[in-house]
């Protein structure tokens, strides 16, 4: 079980930063401190909030063939920035620009996730 935490924590890691580096309106501040709260923070929501999403979004994910999954992705990253402001940790943040950046990014956090996970589980 904490094996699988700490997998998943690293995966969301990757994950947020290549998304970083792929789009200009996703920015974060902090470094590898920033990283690991987030990669937990992540690792938390995904255990806890996105199940339930799923379980209550099911007929729109059904409908959609799953694609509704990326509005998930996008709210599960903007959950993960309104507690970054209510952390109001000195020196760490994340700033995403616009609802569409967070579409954006929910595709590419997805995509780069998917990979991750594909090529360690080698």
Do not use: C
């Not at 199940?51 to 903007?78: E, H």
């Amino acid at each position: 079980m904490l094996r699988r935490l700490f997998f998943g924590m690293a995966v969301n890691i990757g994950a947020l930063w290549v998304t970083s580096l792929l789009l200009t309106n996703f920015n974060f501040e902090g470094g590898i401190t920033f990283l690991l709260i987030a990669g937990l923070l992540l690792g938390i929501l995904n255990t806890l909030a996105k199940p339930v999403m799923k379980l209550l979004s099911f007929p729109l994910i059904f409908i959609s063939a799953g694609l509704f999954l990326i509005v998930i992705n996008a709210l599960m990253l903007g959950v993960l920035d309104y507690l970054f402001d209510i952390l109001d940790i000195t020196g760490v943040s994340l700033q995403v620009e616009g609802a569409l950046t967070y579409l954006w990014a929910a595709i590419i956090f997805g995509l780069v996730n998917w990979l991750e996970h594909w090529m360690l589980k080698r």
